[in-house]
């Protein structure tokens, strides 16, 4: 593998949540085929692939992937303004916030920069990182497409958590739940093979090791405060008629077919 496959690796697995993520934008990019190839809407992993693919630009620089479809698109669910906020002003920060943590990181190392400031620029990556990463996947696991589990993933929600019925009343009252900032998270554990719902502090907070994010949900305020005002729960019922189930499950068959046949990248299928 190149070089550049090698560093994106080792940058984007710096932290449990993002190592999935990371080994997933290495394989596309690592094709060189850059993007245009992922905006095949059959190629593995689906919208969730493509967003992580482009959310690592030229030279490993985090970049922001662009918002899969139209800022009006959700409405009225979610509203295009809080769409063009959102997307175009707080994750493009996160962005910004990785990319400089890992510049000033860069000094240090370099003896540029007072090695005091170490632990501030590490919580500086993890924040924006994990933002950035749960960004590119709640864009991507919303759109038109189903609202009901399919494949694979209704098959192990059925059986992990007792029904969807069962599944959505979870997190939907886990993301509703959040004191203060965060998101609610399906994840995918590797290790047991399990699914996993969590509650996200910030965006890097109450982590489970290793979890790949699957869905996602934004429940910042940022996310609703425009249309929704405070009635948090009013806006994560809405979120059920934007999210694209399908999305979810491509994703999910990507992931698990890595974890069971880690030779899956090398040869590429
Ligand atoms: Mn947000």
Redesign the pocket.
Known sequence: MSELFSRRTALAGGIGLASGMGLLASETLARAAGYQEDQNVHAPGGPVARSLAASVGKGAEYSLPPLPYAFDALEPSIDAETMRL?HDK??AAYVKGANEALAKLADTREGKLDPSALSELTEKLTFNLSGHLL?SVFWAIMGTGGREPVGELAADIQQQFGSHAKFKAQFSAVATQVQGNGWGVLAYEPISERLIVLQARNHQLNVAWNAIPLLVI?V?E??YYLKYKNVCTDYVKAFWNVVNLGAVDQWYGLIKRRHQDPAHEEHGH
């Open positions: 959102h707080h994750h960004h934004d910042w940022h996310a």
